[in-house]
């Protein structure tokens, strides 16, 4: 499974790919506009942080079929590999999702609050989908949903990856990584969720206490 970080925190990023295997970051335009940064700062930012195998997904900001394309191509310019521009399922977007897989780029469909919507996606070559768990649980179970789109995905046969984002606990990322997720997107603050419990600390001190009464030190040797 693919852990990416879906945030433009610079300082979050380093820390968690420094104790975590990560495979990337996802920002949207409202990730960036909330950072404190310019889009410039961002993107010449991630791509100084980030290895050149793992992968970069930025946003279109243009809601026309060719600003969509405009900016799909400059995204996917960025770097010579391992960039993806990530685009909404609109009317617009999913025509712009056909023309970018047919020149090649590498794409992620993003903004989708429905398995159909997820699927015609796929159908046009996304690579990547991006469904919006928690935002779906407005309309029914978020992860029931994308649950499903896993199983639409596999008894068809079609090779887009699901990258479940939209995260806000991480129960929703455990119930997705049980149900066969092949990548999910969550923000920092999720992913320390899942790491750090409290009992760890806890049972750390006791060993070192019981070595520290028996021994008279607190290392191995
Ligand atoms: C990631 O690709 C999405 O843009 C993001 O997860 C949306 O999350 P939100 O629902 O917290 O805005």
Not at 102 to 128: C, K, R, W
Not at 146 to 155: G, S
């Amino acid at each position: 499974m693919e852990l990416i970080l879906d945030t433009a925190n610079l300082d979050a990023i380093r820390e968690l790919d420094s104790l975590l295997n990560v495979t990337g970051v996802t920002t949207n335009p409202s990730i960036i506009a909330k950072s404190g940064m310019s889009p410039e700062e961002v993107i010449d930012g991630l791509v100084g942080c980030l290895r050149p195998d793992q992968k970069i997904f930025i946003q279109t900001v243009r809601t026309d079929f060719e600003g969509m394309m405009e900016e799909a191509r400059y995204i996917c310019g960025l770097r010579p590999e391992n960039m993806y521009v990530k685009i909404p399922v609109t009317h617009n977007g999913l025509r712009a999702i056909k023309a970018a897989k047919e020149e090649g780029l590498g794409v992620l469909a993003t903004a989708i609050y429905s398995a159909d919507e997820a699927f015609l996606a796929a159908m046009n070559g996304a690579d990547y989908l991006a469904p919006y768990v928690n935002r779906m649980s407005n309309y029914g179970d978020g992860v029931a949903m994308v649950t499903e789109l896993i199983q639409m995905l596999a008894v068809q046969g079609l090779p887009a990856k699901v990258i479940a984002a939209s995260f806000k606990n991480s129960w929703q990322v455990h119930e997705l990584i049980r149900a066969g997720i092949q990548a999910v997107t969550a923000p920092p603050e999720v992913v320390y969720s899942m790491i750090g419990h409290p009992g760890t600390e806890i049972a750390v001190s006791e060993f070192t206490r019981d070595w520290d009464a028996a021994f008279g030190r607190k290392t191995l040797r």
